[in-house]
């Protein structure tokens, strides 16, 4: 069992829809990662969070150090943000980051 | 285009054949990284540079050689590959090893061995 877990592994949406992706780890960590990447490989650093609520555009990152648990939320969702989204948690006995195996997301018009 | 380069983008070889992934950052970050992404997998990390020195290697085949000459430079050196080592290659740097600020990934090197 991989210390990231990612939910769901595959979504659809609807164009303008919220959409949540959710990450539960289980290792102590000092930051967290919400990470995409667009067909053809290349990621984007999204949000590096060790606590509460980040805010960029209609991207929201959450995270409940107590709960273990991270949410990225997409407000007004566009086929644009069709990509897959990579939780990584920094921790655990080696403070390595480790990653989860993504959410591939697709917003279709 | 995010600061690290990745080069070449797309690479096939065969499994005899020789030949080098090439990375480059001008972000004048001093960890760099190789990651493998395989299809269903969780990034693998497998070579960490600081300052031009090896500071990891997690258990990655000797087929697989890595090289850093100089702080904005990393090489990963191939030979005698196995089909099951096609994956994407992401290449990534940050400021300091094991600190997150300015984490950057490049675009990858998509590599299929035939």
């Known amino acids: 069992k991989n210390e990231v877990e990612q939910s769901p592994q595959n979504l659809t949406a609807q164009e303008g829809e919220f959409i949540t992706i959710n990450c539960s780890y289980s290792?102590?960590?000092?930051?967290l990662h919400w990470l995409q990447q667009h067909p053809g490989g290349g990621i984007v650093s999204l949000f590096m969070?060790?606590?509460g609520k980040k805010k960029h555009g209609r991207l929201i990152a959450t995270i409940n150090i107590q709960e273990k648990h991270s949410s990225l939320h997409i407000t007004a969702s566009h086929p644009r943000d069709s990509a897959v989204y990579i939780c990584?948690?920094?921790?655990?006995?080696?403070?390595?980051?480790?990653f989860g195996t993504g959410t591939l997301l697709a917003v279709q018009p | 285009e995010t600061g690290v380069t990745q080069t070449p983008r797309h690479l096939v070889m065969g499994m005899t054949n020789k030949k080098s992934l090439k990375c480059e950052q001008h972000l004048g970050h001093n960890a760099m990284y190789w990651y493998k992404q395989s299809a269903k997998k969780p990034l693998e990390l497998m070579f960490v540079y600081s300052l031009e020195e090896r500071v990891e290697n997690n258990s990655v085949p000797s087929r697989f050689s890595p090289e850093c000459p100089n702080s904005s430079h990393l090489f990963l050196h191939l030979h005698t590959l196995q089909p099951e080592d096609s994956a994407l290659y992401l290449c990534a740097s940050s400021q300091v090893p094991g600190q997150d600020y300015g984490y950057t990934f490049g675009s990858g090197t998509r590599l299929t061995v035939v």
């Open positions: 969070l060790s606590s």
């Open positions: 290792v102590g960590i000092s930051a």
């Open positions: 990584a948690a920094r921790g655990g006995a080696t403070n390595k980051l480790i």
